[in-house]
């Protein structure tokens, strides 16, 4: 998903594969979490990473020396 601009569940489908159903629970749970958050676009809601979850992403990499 693009942070910087937000995406849908769709988009969501399409980069992993997942049933619609099964994207939408992960996108509600990480909404939960607050390392997302959702906004209304016309008819299209997207879906942006939080500053929460930009440090969850950041530490992620650092652990493992990837940039």
């Avoid at 998903?1 to 980069?15: F, I, N, S």
């Avoid at 992993?16 to 996108?27: K, P, Q």
């Avoid at 607050?34 to 979850?53: C, E, H, I, P």
Wanted: aromatic content about 4%; glycine content about 16%.
């Amino acid at each position: 998903m693009q942070p910087e601009r937000g995406d849908g569940t769709t988009q969501g489908v399409a980069l992993t594969g997942r049933g619609l159903g099964s994207v939408g629970r992960h996108l509600k749970v990480l909404l939960d979490a607050g390392v997302v958050a959702r906004r209304r676009l016309g008819r299209s809601v997207l879906y942006f990473r939080t500053a929460a979850g930009d440090m969850l992403v950041q530490a992620r990499y650092s652990e493992d020396g990837s940039s």
